[in-house]
């Protein structure tokens, strides 16, 4: 008969059953999930706790370290995500979680969040700066398209550019504006484009959704467009569509129809400006004309053109003057030449050239006297000195005590100064003034001085 403590299960065995019916059924051995992430964490060791969660209901959930290896992005609260996993018990608290094996990122909100995360990045950038944007031209004479080929985008940027201004070049770059080819493709041609002689680039496609935009929000594309020496026009989507590209672009259009219409002139604007141009010609003829007018007249009634001898005299008398002033400019050149010449012909020195010799003979001895006897002088000083020295250092010389009667006493090569230096038996060197004597230390005396 079974007791009746026998009937109570451990919790830790309960747990143990539950574990055991969640890991052998099939359904539950791979499991797939959505929800938003909550309640993020990531551990030292690597591994992901989390929850996920949808309107109603909310699950636990662990990556381990080895299975978030694989991840393509950093995980947040607030993401919505893809996960496959196994569900099973976890024994110690009594609780039920998916084991995480893979996870993506899911919908919309994702690629919200990609897209402002880039925004911000290239807003750091500074590629959405105002002083990187390029002047688009008033009167463009070659306009290159980046769209698709097909469709209403590039009908309706032709259409306006012919009806506006049908004078202007266009040239096509096609390409694919949506799925996963479309933005290195859109590189491609924008590269391409710049190739080209264009005044200016349109580069865009109707509206969509966000998911149909989004060539237009890649890094590659924004990025192409910065480095783009001619400027660029975004059109992409409707008014209310707003892509990295508009960002980055010199001008953003609300659509393309919009793009075309930024990128030219209408013939009414052209007509407008013609008039006023043609306006500002006649005045400035008006006005040049007039000068010349009154010029030719002041000419006319001039005293010169009507007593034209009168300009002949007048040089005439110039030169009179001018030919006067060089005659007086030699004369007195030829003058001063000749008070020179007379004045080196009464030199002294000219006369008698040996006096000059003597002159200079005479210095030449005068100044070797005075040498040897400077450096007589200078070495007589410095014997002095000499002798100053030598004297000195007989003062100084330890051994000139010796002479007195004094004698130095000396331990290996080290003089002794007070008997603390030495001990008994120690070997000691004596120096006198004549001769040296070796000893042994046999007693030692102490006294204060």
């Given amino acids: 008969m079974i007791g009746i403590e026998e009937k109570y299960l451990k919790i830790s065995d309960l747990n143990d059953y539950i574990k055991g019916m969640f890991d052998e ?82 919908g919309l909100g994702n690629l919200y ?66 799925g996963a080819s479309a933005a290195p493709e859109i590189v491609r041609q924008i590269r391409r484009a710049n190739e080209f002689d264009l005044d200016v680039l349109i580069c865009g496609r109707g509206g969509g959704s966000i998911e149909d935009l989004w060539a237009f929000n890649e890094e590659s594309v924004a990025r192409a467009i910065f480095e783009s020496k001619i400027p660029i026009i975004s059109a992409v989507g409707h008014e209310v569509d707003y892509t990295i590209a508009d960002f980055v672009a010199d001008m953003r259009a609300p659509t393309p129809t919009g793009a075309a219409e930024m990128a030219v002139p209408t013939k009414k604007d052209i007509e407008t400006i013609l008039y006023e141009k043609k306006k500002q010609l006649n005045t400035i003829l008006k006005h040049t004309l007039k000068i010349r007018i009154d010029k030719i007249k002041s000419i006319k009634n001039s005293f010169i053109l009507k007593n034209p001898m009168s300009l002949y005299e007048i040089k005439e008398q110039k030169l009179d003057i001018l030919m006067e002033q060089l005659y007086k400019n030699i004369q007195n050149k030829l003058k001063d030449g000749e008070t020179r010449l007379a004045l080196i012909k009464k030199n002294y020195v000219l006369k008698n050239p040996l006096v000059s010799f003597e002159t200079f003979k005479n210095r030449m001895d005068s100044t070797q006297v005075k040498l040897h006897h400077f450096i007589k002088n200078y070495l007589d000083e410095k014997k002095h000195e000499q002798k100053l020295l030598l004297t000195t250092l007989k003062l100084v010389n330890p051994l000139n005590i010796l002479e007195k009667g004094y004698s130095l006493v000396e331990k290996e090569g080290q003089i002794i100064q007070s008997s603390d230096a030495i001990n008994i038996e120690d070997l000691i060197h004596i120096k006198l003034r004549k001769g040296e004597l070796i000893a042994v230390v046999k007693e030692k005396k102490e006294w204060k001085i």
């Fill in 25 to 106: 059924n099939s359904f539950l051995r791979k499991i797939y999930l959505k929800g938003e992430i909550s309640n993020f964490k990531n551990h030292t060791r690597g591994h992901l706790y989390f929850t996920l969660k949808d309107e109603t209901s909310r699950i636990s959930a662990v990556m381990f370290y080895n299975s978030a290896l694989s991840l393509k992005f950093k995980p947040e609260d607030g993401m919505n995500v893809l996960v496959t996993g196994r569900i099973s018990c976890y024994p110690a608290q009594g609780t039920y979680q998916i084991y995480v094996e893979t996870m993506v990122m899911d």
């Fill in 113 to 178: 969040i990609e897209y402002e995360k880039l925004k911000k990045k290239l807003a750091n950038e500074g590629l959405f700066d105002v002083r990187f944007k390029k002047t688009i031209p008033k009167y463009p004479k070659k306009i290159g398209i980046i769209t698709a080929s097909t469709g209403a985008a590039i009908r309706d940027i032709l259409s306006t550019i012919k009806r506006r201004y049908p004078i202007c070049e266009t040239i096509l770059f096609p390409s694919l504006v949506q």
